[in-house]
Structures are given as C-alpha cells and as structure tokens.
C-alpha cells in the first residue's frame, strides 16, 4: 500500500472554527490532492499541489486554503467551517499527473454542527 | 477540459464478466486514460490506465477504441467484492489537476 496518511481520521467541530485537515506521504510523489465527496456528488476536485510552494485551486475550493511547504505534507484549512462543509475529505498523491497512478488515502469524515 | 461520460449504474451476475463503458469524445492526443474504484467506506484505488493500446493486470482489462473515444473497462469474473463506484477520468500529462466524474455503480449479485 502507498504510505498516505490522512488525519484526523474523524473529526467534529462547531461553525466558525477554523479546521485544519492533514495529509502525510512517504512516497515523495511530487503531486498532491485534495477532493471532497458528498452524497450524490462523486470526487470533487478542492486544491491540488505540483511542488512545494505549487498550489492551485479545483473546481469547488471557495472557503477552502491549502499550504504545502515540505513534499510530504498537504494540509487543508477550513478558515471558519460552515455546514456545508461537512463532508468525507480524501487526500490523494500521484508520481506523475498522467503516466502513472494515483493513490488515495482513507477520507476523513468532518461534520460541522 | 475532457470529460467522460459514463452510465449512472450497472448489475452484473456474480462469476460473469462485466463490461464497463466510459465515453471520451474530446480526448486529446496526451490524455491517459485511466480507472479508479471506491469500495463502500473507502478511499478510491487504482485500477488499471492506458494511453492507445488494450492494457492487462491482474485486477482487469482496458479495452481502447481505435479512435480512442471510448474505452471499456472489463472485470474477467466479477465477484461479490468488485461492487463498487468505477470512474473513468483522463488524466493528462501536461495538465496537473485530476477531476472526476459520478462515476458507475455496479453491483454484482449472486
């Protein structure tokens, strides 16, 4: 198994606190992902990472920040967590952006009261 | 962007194979074409990718068309395990992102 790490694995929070969600690798693949998936909406794109430093947004990133200052890490900030933000979080790394595979880690599972 | 196209929801019988079609009629030369499952309560993983030619592992098969407008992923045998979420997405190589679609739902009945 690639060695993707998301964490926490679980986590409840109340709106309008700030939310920050992990993801480690050991792989040193130079890309990054993050994707939220809600009921009836599949895998949607929030941020991704090319390098350290290298970000741009997907296709729903309003409300969502994203830093990556060393290859191993990808975190994900919820500046002030809304409802609408409660969702399963999956992080996924990938080698190359077309030639070779994607690994996806576990999810985590946010729910904002 | 490209984007694919596939049904909602597929059934297939257990031992059977099945024949999952994904649509790509604006791929572009660079894009791959690749496969991904989510088992229920899991992260998605790997299933199987190509770029022209028909591709083999031990998990599936990836049939091309020649025009490469649309592929098929074919799962030999399906078992009770292979019910699942199948996304078809194109993932280009001078293109960073990776977006996906709703994706398939098959169920394999007994």
């Known amino acids: 198994d690639a060695g993707i790490t998301q964490s926490p694995r679980h986590k409840v929070t109340e709106t309008g606190t700030p939310v920050t969600l992990r993801c480690h690798q050991t792989?040193?693949?130079?890309?990054m992902y993050w994707y939220r998936q809600d009921p009836g909406h599949g895998l949607r794109l929030i941020h991704y990472?090319?390098?350290?430093?290298?970000?741009d947004k997907g296709e729903v990133s309003d409300g969502y920040s994203v830093s990556r200052s060393k290859t191993e890490d990808f975190l994900l900030t919820l500046e002030s967590a809304t409802s609408s933000q409660t969702s399963v979080y999956f992080c996924?790394?990938?080698?190359?952006?077309?030639?070779?595979?994607?690994?996806f880690g576990q999810g985590t599972r946010l729910t904002v009261v | 962007d490209a984007k694919t196209t596939q049904p909602n929801s597929m059934e297939s019988n257990e031992e059977e194979p099945v024949h999952l079609p994904c649509n790509h009629s604006?791929?572009?030369?660079?894009?791959?074409i690749h496969w991904y499952r989510q088992l229920p309560s899991q992260g998605p993983e790997y299933v199987i990718h190509?770029?022209?030619s028909n591709v083999n592992n031990r998990m599936a098969s990836l049939a091309i068309a020649e025009d490469r407008k649309s592929s098929t992923l074919i799962l030999h045998r399906a078992t009770l395990r292979d019910a699942a979420v199948y996304y078809c997405?194109?993932?280009?190589?001078?293109?960073?992102?990776?977006?996906f679609g709703a994706g398939t739902r098959l169920t394999v009945k007994p």
């Open positions: 996924a790394i990938s080698e190359s952006p077309g030639t070779l595979e994607a690994f």
């Open positions: 792989e040193n693949h130079r890309y």
């Open positions: 190509g770029l022209t």
């Open positions: 990472s090319y390098g350290v430093k290298d970000t």
């Open positions: 997405i194109l993932r280009d190589a001078d293109n960073n992102d990776m977006r």
């Open positions: 604006t791929i572009s030369g660079t894009d791959y």
